[in-house]
T-cell receptor, first 114, second 108 residues
Framework: NAGVMQNPRHLVRRRGQEARLRCSPMKGHSHVYWYRQLPEEGLKFMVY????????ESGMPKERFSAEFPKEGPSILRIQQVVRGDSAAYFC????????????FGPGTRLTVT | AQRVTQPEKLLSVFKGAPVELKCNYSYSGSPELFWYVQYSRQRLQLLLRHISRESIKGFTADLNKGETSFHLKKPFAQEEDSAMYYCALRGSNYKLTFGKGTLLTVNP
């Protein structure tokens, strides 16, 4: 089992561009979580998805951010019109079920906005 | 609201010395507490969880509900223990709330 995969590992975008971050969960996992880590901070929950459903997006900024987890393919975190404050490490985790099951983390995508 | 506090940003000890990484939490119900570790250039991985009450790589952590703490301890630190350690809490749902982390350096 290759574990949770994220790509790209590093992404550089200019202000105003779009950023797309991909996450492939572990085999057999149907639950995906996105976390953001700002410099000098802990990881903060953004969104929880199951296949084709957003279960909880309470941690997502209200504008410019969206997430999806289609029936086929990876989960995508999309940030439109990026700003310098979006520079952070974005981590994806997956689990087989929700509460009670361990979340396995990907290596993260480090987004730098210039 | 859920909150996790790791008061030490950096902790440096010598090999063979005891180590304790502090974690305090705030949560009104019965939380589940975890310690995650991130070694250099590796992904975040679960070290231990309070429910299992096991010792991993010589580390233990006891949930103290009276003091709302979940400190991580190891009696004899090794150089390979050098890493970033995060304490995390899960409440009644799936969300993990993380502390800011403690960078442990074990010197030879």
């Amino acid at each position: 089992n290759a574990g949770v995969m994220q790509n790209p590992r590093h992404l550089v975008r200019r202000r105003g561009q779009e950023a797309r971050l991909r996450c492939s969960p572990m085999k057999g996992h149907s639950h995906v979580y996105w976390y953001r880590q700002l410099p000098e901070e802990g990881l903060k929950f953004m969104v929880y998805l199951q296949k084709e459903n957003i279960i909880d997006e309470s941690g997502m900024p209200k504008e410019r951010f969206s997430a999806e987890f289609p029936k086929e393919g990876p989960s995508i975190l999309r940030i439109q019109q990026v700003v310098r404050g979006d520079s952070a490490a974005y981590f994806c985790a997956s689990s087989r079920r929700d509460s009670g099951y361990e979340q396995y983390f990907g290596p993260g995508t480090r987004l730098t906005v210039t | 609201a859920q909150r996790v506090t790791q008061p030490e940003k950096l902790l440096s000890v010598f090999k063979g010395a005891p180590v304790e990484l502090k974690c305090n939490y705030s949560y009104s119900g019965s939380p589940e507490l975890f310690w995650y570790v991130q070694y250099s250039r590796q992904r975040l991985q679960l070290l231990l969880r309070h429910i299992s009450r096991e010792s991993i790589k010589g580390f233990t952590a006891d949930l103290n509900k009276g003091e709302t703490s979940f400190h991580l301890k190891k009696p004899f630190a090794q150089e390979e223990d050098s890493a970033m350690y995060y304490c995390a809490l899960r409440g009644s749902n799936y969300k993990l709330t993380f502390g800011k982390g403690t960078l442990l350096t074990v010197n030879p």
